[in-house]
């Protein structure tokens, strides 16, 4: 028995594809007047922010392909649809927040060890760092509500994350520097973003690697579902089974399943695969379930076969 939400999925992507064009309108914009502020003003933090934001317009570029090319109907050479290349665009927001991290962190370091000659213009550093702030702000509450729809959508408001995080930083060390004049505010403000982007990018990069690993996805619990299905009436035994996801909220399940003679007797296998696929659609939100139907006596010669193979 299978199970579609396809019109759902639809409408979902509409609303998904509508959140990351205004992100990306936002953020690309801003990102260039960043690249402009970091250059007059010489702030570390301002100038990786821009590049953070700059990353970010990429990123979201890519969910957005991504998103269009998941929404392309199933072919026979791709039955299950092209849904996964969600979890691509996350693999590639996750590489890049990587990189942005990994540079930052090591120019902040290189500035800390060597401190530049030229000072930092620590008021319009402000300027720039709080509109950029709002941007954020704003992309963040645009992406905020179908962060939890997939995978790709969670590495776009992780991008967008990253860049209020910079904002913020940059705004506390332009606020050291003007009422203290300790400039190395600016490079340990760009660290302390390094080291705030890191995680989240490796979040993000462990649950893309669940997800194309084929593992059970989070919050699924296989002996859950397996007793479930063996308190399903004619049920005597469940093996073989395997749950997945194409992408995040798609989990995929099929398993083989042992019932009484007396099912088959009775021609009660249609009414059992409804109630098996309405179970697991009720209380684990499988979207794609598959059941093998076997009687008892089936169960000694399918054995048998696996032994011979």
């Known amino acids: 028995m299978t199970s579609h939400g396809s019109a759902g999925h639809s409408h979902g992507a509409d ?18 007047a960043e690249v402009v502020g970091a250059l007059l003003t010489g702030s570390l933090t301002l100038l990786a922010d821009a590049g953070h934001m700059l990353s970010d317009s990429v990123g979201l570029a890519i969910a957005l392909i991504a998103l269009s090319v998941a929404a392309r109907p199933a072919t026979d050479r791709a ?23 990994v540079f930052v962190g090591v120019e902040a370091v290189s500035r800390l ?11 319009p550093m402000l300027i720039v760092a709080a509109v950029g702030l709002c941007a954020n ?4 509450s645009i992406l905020r509500a179908g962060k939890d729809t997939s995978i790709n959508m969670r590495g776009a ?9 910079g904002s913020a930083a940059a705004i506390v060390a332009a606020l050291v520097i003007l009422t203290t004049g300790f400039a190395p505010a600016d490079s340990i403000a760009s660290l302390a973003v390094a ?32 007793q479930h299905i063996l308190e399903t009436p004619g049920v005597v ?22 019932v009484e003679p007396e ?29 093998q139907i076997e009687p008892s006596d089936h169960v000694e010669h399918e054995h048998e076969h696996s032994r011979h193979r």
């Open 15 to 32: 609303a998904s594809r509508r959140r990351l064009i205004a992100a990306l309108v936002i953020t690309a914009g801003f990102a260039l």
């Open 79 to 101: 039955t299950f649809g092209f849904r996964r290349a969600e979890v691509f665009g996350a693999l590639i927001n996750a590489l890049l927040l990587l990189g942005i991290a």
């Open 113 to 123: 060890v060597n401190p530049a000659s030229e000072g930092i213009l620590a008021l």
């Open 137 to 140: 702000l704003a992309s963040l």
């Open 157 to 165: 408001y992780l991008e967008v994350l990253g860049d209020l995080l």
């Open 195 to 226: 080291l705030m982007i890191l995680p989240r990018a490796l979040s993000l990069l462990r649950d893309v690697t669940g997800v194309l690993n084929q593992s059970v996805p989070a919050g699924t619990s296989v002996d859950d579902i397996r």
């Open 237 to 258: 035994d469940v093996h073989d089974v395997h749950v997945w996801a194409i992408t995040t909220g798609a989990p995929v399940f099929t398993a083989h399943v042992v």
């Open 263 to 291: 099912v088959f007797e009775s021609g009660g296998v249609d009414r059992l695969l409804d109630d098996l696929g309405g179970c697991l659609e009720e209380h684990f939100d499988v979207d794609h379930s598959t059941f």
